[in-house]
Each structure stands twice: as C-alpha cells, then as structure tokens.
C-alpha cells in the first residue's frame, strides 16, 4: 500500500462496501466492530465512518463521536456516548485502552437516528 494514511492531502477513492442489516443499531453496530478490528490499517478514518438506511443513502448517521477535543486529538467514543469525550488513538477513532492494556474500553450508548453533523 501506498504511504498516506488517513487526512492526507494525496488523491485516493473511498471504499464502499456494501453490507445490509435490519435495522440502524444492527448497522452501527456491525459497523463498530469492523471498524475496531481494523483499526491497524492507517488509511482507516473511524471518526468518518457512518450508516444509513438502504433506500435513504444520503441521510448518514455518524458511528463515533469524533469531536475536536481541548489540546488536541478527538474522542473516539461511540456517537451518543455518556459521559465526557475521551481522546481516541490517533488515526483510528477507537478509543485508547488503559494503561495496562487489558481491558478493552466500554462501548458507548448508542443514540439512533442523530444524523451526522458538521463537527468543528
């Protein structure tokens, strides 16, 4: 693969994969966990991940919350998490483990049907 990862100005194409689910949460949570385990993979943007219903493309609903945090980095929480923003390791939009590295961190609550919004 190429050396530009994810926010690099080069020109590239995003994939589309299609994969169909009953419903919203089945989607973003399908959608999650593809995400998780493919997070080694640098051109991955998590925090641009999104799902939406079949017959209604251009309405996305985002996956992680991906906000701009304070010094830096953005959260790598799931979109309508509780609780405050946590920074997300750097690249993948999945929030970082503790230091111990052995437990993975708490998914955050899903809140269906927000549609994505331009995020600062």
Do not use: K, N
């Not at 943007?45 to 304070?70: I, K, N, P, W």
């Amino acid at each position: 693969m190429d050396e530009f990862g994810c926010g690099d100005a080069a020109p590239g194409h995003v994939i589309h994969l299609r994969v169909a689910v009953p419903t919203l949460d089945a989607a973003t949570e399908l959608a999650a966990m593809l995400t998780e385990s493919l997070a080694f993979l640098p051109e991955l943007d998590a925090g641009e991940v999104t799902v939406s219903a079949e017959d209604a493309q251009h309405e996305r609903y985002r996956v992680f919350c991906d906000r701009l945090l304070v010094g830096g980095g953005r959260c790598g929480e799931r979109e309508g998490h509780d609780g405050p923003c946590v920074p997300g390791a750097r690249g993948t939009g999945v929030r970082e483990w503790g230091t111990d590295a052995t437990t993975p961190p708490g998914p955050g609550r899903l809140r269906a049907g927000v549609p994505v919004q331009a995020r600062a």
